[in-house]
Nanobody, 121 residues
Framework: QAPLVESGGGLVEAGGSLRLSCAPS??????MGWFRQAPGKERELIAV????????FYADSVKGRFTISRDNIKNTVYLQMNSLQPDDTAVYYC????????????????WGQGTPVTVSS
């Protein structure tokens, strides 16, 4: 399977926005997600999207601020991050689950290499 490649991370001031991209998103029937891992903390599932984009899941910590979406024609999944806060500082990982069944279990996913996001106060 082709590797996942994340992009779009960087340094942003608190209150700012970033959009992460992940390509390839794999087969259209796969479930895609975004995770993050902050220094000294466990990896956290923050958003998941089903293969048709009709079903999404968000962690409480990002609900209302982050939006996951996918473009199956461009074979890309996105994470729009708004109102970023210093607590959002982490390495963000794109992840794929080779199933159309949505899962919130981290162990059900394979991750990319990650892209760092730093939010300054």
């Amino acid at each position: 399977q082709a590797p996942l490649v994340e992009s779009g991370g960087g340094l942003v001031e608190a209150g700012g926005s970033l959009r992460l991209s992940c390509a390839p998103s794999g087969r259209a029937s796969y479930t895609m997600g975004w995770f993050r891992q902050a220094p000294g903390k466990e990896r956290e599932l923050i958003a998941v999207i089903s293969w048709i984009g009709g079903s999404t899941f968000y962690a409480d910590s990002v609900k209302g601020r982050f939006t996951i979406s996918r473009d199956n024609i461009k074979n890309t999944v996105y994470l729009q991050m708004n109102s970023l806060q210093p607590d959002d500082t982490a390495v963000y990982y794109c992840a794929v689950r080779p199933s159309s069944v949505v899962s919130t279990q981290i162990s059900d996913y394979t991750w990319g290499q990650g892209t760092p996001v730093t939010v300054s106060s």
